[in-house]
């Protein structure tokens, strides 16, 4: 039997795996130790079970494990990131390149920076998401010292140009850091091939436990270095104070490492399982994809539907846990910034719904969810004046609408 | 949010969809709402003109489910009434009725509007001056 509601939200995070679990629940009763307590087996055993962490999260994204720097999650990794590096690399400038669709923990992290009197260049994106190459090696100065661009999307699954990105940060002499909080543990992510200098990601999204992330921090060619953002006992090589959340980091450890022995396996699938939904649901008139098909996360579809509103879409897919594009539950009626950089107007990305499968989505879910949205959008349609006019050919860009 | 239970039966089993024919001198249309504000409404009213009385009232809704539920409610409000008994419909009657929260007023605010945009529609086809609007929203 199917358990309504089926949830399609995994962008936001996803379930914890039972193995994770597993692997956990010894970290949480009778292994309590401090990892950094040196002088019995208690902190020893807890060490070593970091430092195991530490190993399969190295052999995920192919860096040392002394790259690892854990950290509460990933908005806590690009806030250490981005502000580390603009104290660390003062001397040398205080310019930081990034784009307009990242992530809130990015973009106002660097509208701190601004406020620091830093100076931050946010790109701009195409309709299908993407920066353009051009445009950042124009925006790169002898000043800037960062560029960080995500890896891929959480509203679109739209993925960077990531290495072309990477060089010409370099070549500029800056450094490039990404939040790969989507991609990690999705998509093959390797720090050294894409030449990444740090790295954002986080353990919920990855079918790990929630509150536990880690930025990656190289150590060579160059060596990087943040200045820590919150003080305290110098765990972590200094750069980020606190006990060390050692269920949480066992929890990440072993996530990292069932993604890494069943991402292949799991893209296929849930690739095809996307497709199929999409492919359904474009069947509808007046449908469209948002973001890159081409250069997107395997897991992820995002679509809008003219002439319905948001609001009421996600009151006709009440059995599906899924995101809008659409913030009105707010006073505020401020679509999704995201989509609106893509050039959606605003009642296009009102009307998006986001879909984010998982490795617990099934077949059966994917054919619910495609009827359920599909007769929730022909519902709202046909009461839609718009829908009427559109199909009686009215532009409705001709009508006067009354002041609002 | 959590809605409540009317306008959640309102939204299942919205009252009075449809379009009645605009070119009929009896059948006043008000449109109101802009898509890029998230609400646009169309309600239309037909009016039997010795009795001056609503016999139908038929409603289009592009919007939330509190702006489908209000104009859904309003359709049946009217379905009956004279002209004047129409016009004397105050928005806070629909906040009322649907248990509206705050943030969604705008959506009675609007179907209040649409009666009234009808009513002068149907006025000034039929040779009456036009009313004003007594209230506009934001």
């Given at each position: 039997?199917?358990?309504?509601?089926?949830?399609l939200?995994?962008?936001a995070?996803?379930?914890?795996?039972?193995?994770v679990?597993?692997?956990?629940?010894?970290?949480?009763?009778?292994v309590?130790?401090n990892a950094?307590s040196?002088?019995?087996?208690?902190?020893?055993?807890?060490?070593e079970?970091?430092d195991y962490?530490?190993?399969?999260?190295?052999?995920l994204?192919?860096?040392?494990?002394?790259?690892i720097i854990?950290?509460?999650?990933?908005?806590?990794s690009?806030?250490?990131?981005?502000?580390?590096?603009?104290?660390m690399y003062a001397q040398?400038?205080?310019?930081?390149?990034?784009?307009?669709?990242?992530?809130?923990?990015?973009?106002?992290t660097?509208?701190?920076?601004?406020?620091?009197?830093?100076r931050v260049?946010?790109?701009?994106v195409?309709?299908?998401?993407?920066?353009s190459l051009?445009e950042?090696?124009a925006?790169?100065t002898?000043e800037?010292?960062?560029v960080t661009?995500?890896?891929?999307?959480n509203?679109?699954?739209?993925i960077?140009?990531?290495?072309?990105?990477a060089?010409?940060?370099?070549k500029?002499g800056?450094l490039?850091?990404t939040d790969g909080?989507?991609a990690?543990?999705?998509?093959p992510v390797d720090?050294i091939?894409?030449?990444?200098?740090?790295?954002?990601?986080?353990a919920?999204?990855?079918?790990?436990?929630?509150?536990?992330g880690?930025?990656?921090v190289r150590?060579?060619?160059?060596?990087v270095?943040?200045t820590a953002?919150?003080?305290?006992g110098?765990?972590?090589?200094?750069?980020?104070?606190?006990?060390l959340?050692?269920p949480?980091i066992?929890g990440?450890?072993?996530?990292?490492?069932l993604a890494r022995?069943?991402?292949?396996a799991d893209?296929?699938?849930?690739s095809?399982m996307?497709?199929r939904l999409e492919k359904?649901?474009?069947?509808?008139?007046?449908?469209?994809v948002n973001g890159?098909?081409?250069?997107?996360?395997?897991?992820?579809?995002?679509i809008?539907?003219?002439?319905?509103?948001?609001e009421g879409?996600?009151?006709?897919?009440?059995?599906?846990?899924?995101?809008?594009g659409?913030?009105c539950?707010s006073?505020s009626?401020?679509?999704s910034y995201?989509l609106?950089a893509?050039?959606?107007?605003?009642d296009l990305?009102h009307?998006?719904?986001?879909?984010?499968?998982s490795r617990?989505t099934?077949?059966?879910?994917?054919d619910?969810?495609?009827?359920?949205?599909?007769?929730?959008?022909t519902?709202?349609?046909?009461?839609?004046p718009?829908?009427e006019?559109?199909?009686?050919?009215?532009?409705?860009?001709?009508?006067?609408?009354?002041?609002? | 949010?959590?809605?409540s239970d009317k306008v959640?039966?309102?939204y299942s089993?919205?009252?009075?969809v449809?379009?009645?024919?605009?070119?009929k001198?009896n059948?006043?249309t008000?449109?109101?709402g802009a898509?890029?504000?998230?609400?646009?409404?169309r309600?239309?009213?037909?009016?039997d003109e010795?009795?001056?009385?609503i016999?139908?009232?038929?409603?289009?809704t592009?919007?939330?489910g509190?702006?489908?539920?209000?104009?859904?409610?309003?359709?049946e409000?009217?379905k009956?009434?004279?002209?004047?008994e129409?016009?004397?419909?105050?928005?806070m009657?629909?906040v009322?009725?649907?248990?509206?929260?705050?943030v969604?007023?705008?959506c009675?605010?609007?179907a209040?509007d649409?009666?009234?945009s009808?009513?002068?529609d149907?006025?000034?086809?039929?040779g009456?001056?036009?009313?004003?609007?007594a209230?506009?929203h934001?």
């Open positions: 039997m199917l358990k309504l509601p089926i949830y939200d995994n962008n995070t996803t379930p914890l795996d039972p193995r679990l597993e692997a956990m629940m010894p970290y949480l009763t009778e309590f130790g950094a040196r002088n019995h087996p208690f902190g020893w055993a807890a060490e079970a970091v962490a530490r190993e399969q999260i190295a052999s994204i192919n860096c040392d494990p002394k790259e854990f950290t509460s999650g990933a908005t806590e690009d806030n250490l990131g981005i502000k580390g590096v603009f104290e040398k400038g205080n310019h930081i390149i990034t784009a307009t669709t990242e992530h809130k923990a990015v973009l106002d660097c509208k701190h920076i601004e406020k620091l009197g830093g260049t946010y790109l701009p195409n309709a299908e998401g993407l920066i051009e950042l090696e925006a790169m002898p800037t010292i960062l661009i995500m890896y891929g999307n509203e679109t699954g739209t960077q140009p990531i290495r072309e990105i060089a010409i940060a370099h500029h800056a490039f850091m909080t989507q990690v543990g999705k998509i720090v091939a894409d030449g990444i200098d740090l790295m954002a990601f986080t919920h999204k990855m079918y790990g436990p929630k509150g536990v880690a930025l990656y150590r060579k060619n160059p060596r270095k943040v953002q919150m003080d305290g110098g765990h972590e090589r200094g750069m980020r104070s606190g006990t959340n050692v949480g066992v990440l450890g072993k996530a990292c490492e022995l069943e991402m292949a893209t296929a699938r849930l095809a996307r497709d359904e649901l474009l069947t509808l008139e007046e449908s469209y890159s098909v081409e250069r997107r996360l395997p897991h992820v579809a995002n809008s539907f003219k002439y319905v509103e948001g879409l996600m009151m006709g897919v009440k059995d599906l846990a899924v995101s809008s659409s913030a539950t006073a009626l401020e679509p995201v609106k893509l050039g959606l107007s605003d990305a009307s998006s719904l986001r879909f984010g499968l617990f099934t077949d059966e879910q994917i619910y969810a495609i009827n359920h949205v599909k007769e929730a959008v519902k709202l349609r046909e009461m839609s718009l829908w006019m559109f199909k009686e050919g009215i532009d409705l860009n001709s009508i006067e609408w009354a002041e609002h | 949010m959590a809605y959640i039966d309102h089993n919205p009252r009075n449809g379009t009645l024919d605009k070119s001198k059948v006043g008000g449109l109101v898509p890029e504000c998230g609400d646009v409404m309600l239309q009213i037909e009016v010795t009795t001056n009385t016999t139908d009232a038929k409603f289009k592009f919007g939330c509190s702006a489908i539920a209000s104009s859904s409610l309003a359709t409000w009217l009956g009434k004279t002209v004047d129409a016009l004397a419909i105050d928005n009657e629909i009322e009725e649907l248990a509206l929260p705050p969604k007023i705008h009675s605010v609007l209040e649409a009666i009234k009808a009513i002068n149907y006025r000034v086809k039929n009456m001056p036009e009313l004003e609007m209230k506009s934001h």
